[in-house]
């Protein structure tokens, strides 16, 4: 029955929704879930695992869109209620979000391409299993908790994201980077990053929430052309349920998104990320377990 496929795209947009934006690792999740849930809406295999590709991966536009929506005010900088100096800030904000970019797309794009010119497989060929998943949870788990220790009763640097300098926000990027590893987590990444480099949580919470939207639209676009010449060469086209179940996941994602990102907001406002490591080293654990047993 089709309502079940429309189901299983659901609760991915659920899952995605709340894990890409807590430390958590988005990726982590969707693996368990593709074992027990896979998509069974075409007999034909490989059809399906292509899909699968872009699907991860383009319903995170519903996850941005939240994004954009909830921070609005701060994001557009041709708002007529600004003044001069909230939209030089605005632009400002985007020009640092940009810098810290880089990193990510210069490993993900160029480091992607050569490593599988010479080896045959790209990143997530050599990196995608659940091994490496849960490895990652469980480091970064520990991490967390590391970290908060640390930073117990120091004050931070930087208290909101325009007063992060272009160098700390490049140093933030190549954190993100690190986030090519799956398990890792790009929220994880970033916001440990951000406060080993003195930001506050609220800051490094809200930075890391900015920096998605370049990221994200990026991939997608990526994955999107990757499965568009995947058609083309096989001479088939995206069946009309296929464009269902991508269209319920993106807008899952996005109302999702709404809840985790304000959620996310206001805990870092009276807690640390501490409780994040836990459940990280939990799920990593549990992500051992299923991938011996399998």
């Not at 990193?103 to 060929?125: N, Q, R, S, Y």
């Not at 490895?135 to 909101?160: C, H, N």
């Not at 999107?224 to 088939?236: H, M, N, P, V």
Request: hydrophobic share 55%; glycine share 8%.
């Amino acid at each position: 029955m089709q309502i079940i496929e429309w189901l299983k795209a659901a609760l991915y947009g659920i899952v995605e929704g709340i894990t890409e934006w807590l430390p958590v690792s988005s990726t982590g999740h969707l693996i368990l879930l593709s074992e027990w849930f896979p998509f069974a809406f075409s007999e034909d295999e490989a059809f399906l695992g292509e899909f699968w590709e872009m699907f991860e991966v383009v319903i995170q536009l519903g996850a941005i869109l939240a994004v954009l929506v909830l921070f609005r005010r701060r994001l557009f900088p041709f708002g007529k209620r600004k003044t001069s100096a909230e939209k030089r800030d605005t632009w400002r904000l985007w020009g640092k979000v940009l810098v810290a970019s880089v990193p990510a797309a210069v490993v993900g794009l160029l480091g992607d391409k050569l490593l599988e010119k010479l080896t045959g497989k790209d990143i997530d060929g050599w990196l995608y299993n659940g091994l490496v998943v849960a490895v990652a949870l469980i480091v970064y788990g520990v991490a967390f908790i590391v970290v908060e220790r640390m930073r117990k009763g120091r004050l931070p640097r930087v208290d909101s994201v325009y007063d992060i300098s272009p160098l700390t926000a490049l140093f933030i990027g190549l954190f993100q980077a690190l986030s090519l590893i799956p398990g890792t987590s790009r929220s994880g990444s970033t916001i440990l990053g951000s406060i080993l480099l003195g930001v506050s949580r609220t800051a490094a919470a809200e930075f890391s929430f900015f920096m998605a939207v370049p990221v994200m639209v990026g991939a997608s676009g990526v994955k999107s052309l990757g499965f568009a010449r995947y058609l083309r060469a096989e001479q088939i086209s995206m069946p009309a349920n296929a464009w269902i179940i991508l269209g319920v996941g993106c807008a899952v994602s996005f109302f999702i998104s709404l809840v985790a990102i304000r959620f996310l907001t206001d805990f870092v406002k009276k807690h640390s990320f501490a409780p994040f490591g836990v459940y990280r080293i939990i799920l990593g654990a549990a992500v051992l377990i299923w991938y011996f047993v399998r």
